[in-house]
């Protein structure tokens, strides 16, 4: 019922910045809270930031750093990552809450070097 569809990830040296974006489609007025996963290579998917019910939530490690948004009535998600470090590099994902349901996109790579 929703598509996600992410760009915006590529290599970027510590201390930079980057980007990422998520498109949505298809029954986007039905999203309840959209949000930013990443999962580095040998390590648990991990939240990284999530808007719900206007509110935006941070993990510990990107407050600070990291700044979620939304625009077009949550048809397009947005993840601005500054101050960027290696720690930083994962496979990024999009997600999307639909009543009981998660939607994911296909997810964007970052890395980030020393």
């Known amino acids: 019922q929703v598509q996600l569809v992410e760009s915006g990830g590529g290599l970027v040296q510590a201390g930079g910045s980057l980007r990422l974006s998520c498109a949505a489609s298809?029954?986007?007025?039905?999203?309840?809270?959209m949000g930013w996963y990443r999962q580095a290579p040998g390590k648990q998917r991990e939240l990284v930031a999530r808007?719900?019910?206007?509110?935006?939530t941070y993990a510990d490690s990107v407050k600070g750093r990291f700044t979620i948004s939304r625009d077009n009535a949550k048809s397009s998600l947005y993840l601005q990552m500054n101050s960027l470090k290696p720690e930083d590099t994962a496979v990024y994902y999009c997600?999307?809450?639909?009543?009981?349901?998660?939607?994911w996109g296909q997810g964007t790579r970052v890395t980030v070097s020393s």
């Open positions: 997600n999307a809450r639909l009543w009981v349901t998660d939607f």
């Open positions: 298809g029954s986007t007025d039905g999203i309840i809270h």
């Open positions: 808007i719900s019910s206007g509110r935006n």
